[in-house]
């Protein structure tokens, strides 16, 4: 069972930032895509940010200019550092990365990370 473990969510005064992490275990030695999702009360999960090994970004247009995705592909770490912060970012978090393993790719999902943001 491939874990992706989340950190780094919490409280926040709007305008202020923070570093979400998410981490696959080091012996996992083909991830493509690494992503990031977030999911608001009473609305759909949506894509924050991706990164695929190669180094391409997608970004929301919610969050361009304010978040900025990176990975460690050593660590096999993926990282959304998130400036400016605004009340609309409030969400669960969710790590996601396409992971081969056991003879085929696949999807997984971190449990999420909770960010509030107070205005």
């Known amino acids: 069972q491939v874990q992706l473990a989340e950190s780094g969510g919490g409280l926040v005064q709007a305008g202020g930032s923070l570093r979400l992490s998410c981490a696959a275990a080091r012996n996992i030695f083909n991830i493509n895509s690494m992503r990031w999702y977030r999911q608001a009360p009473g609305k759909q999960r949506e894509l924050v940010a991706g990164l695929t090994r190669g180094g391409t970004t997608t970004y929301a247009d919610s969050v361009k200019g304010r978040f900025t995705i990176s990975r460690d592909n050593a660590e096999n770490t993926v990282y959304l550092q998130m400036n400016s912060l605004k009340s609309e970012d409030t969400a669960v978090y969710y790590c996601?990365?396409?992971?081969?393993?056991?003879?085929?790719?696949?999807?997984?999902w971190g449990r999420g990370t909770q960010v509030t943001v107070s205005s």
């Open positions: 996601y990365a396409d992971i081969f393993v056991r003879g085929k790719w696949d999807a997984y």
